[in-house]
């Protein structure tokens, strides 16, 4: 099974930055596209940004020239930079991953979740 999990939350002022990180770990044969999600209370789950295998890139225009997505794909890890941060940021992000496996000599791709981390953006 898979297992992802962030790290890189907290509390930052308005202007500040943080760094999100996402470890996957498991029976993984290789990860396709791996997302940053948010979702702040009462609203929906919001793509935020996303990365393929190859490292191309997207983004919310909410966070475009502010945040940044990176993968290091020998160490199955997605990040999340973001600078420049503003309160309507503040939301519990998610990593999101789109994992290869191979287990009972079946080869299966599924999305994943990670448990997800607060980041409050506050003065």
């Known amino acids: 099974q898979v297992q992802l999990v962030e790290s890189g939350g907290g509390l930052v002022q308005p202007g500040g930055s943080l760094r999100l990180s996402c470890a996957a770990s498991?029976?993984?044969?290789?990860?396709?596209?791996m997302r940053w999600y948010h979702q702040a209370p009462g609203k929906e789950r919001e793509l935020v940004a996303g990365i393929t295998s190859g490292g191309t890139t997207n983004y919310a225009d909410s966070v475009k020239d502010r945040f940044t997505i990176s993968r290091d794909n020998a160490k199955n890890m997605v990040y999340l930079q973001m600078n420049s941060l503003k309160p309507e940021d503040t939301a519990v992000y998610y990593c999101?991953?789109?994992?290869?496996?191979?287990?009972?000599?079946?080869?299966?791709?599924?999305?994943?979740w990670g448990q997800g981390t607060q980041v409050t953006v506050s003065s």
């Open positions: 999101n991953a789109d994992v290869i496996t191979y287990t009972t000599s079946v080869y299966r791709i599924n999305g994943y």
């Open positions: 498991g029976s993984i044969v290789s990860i396709n596209d």
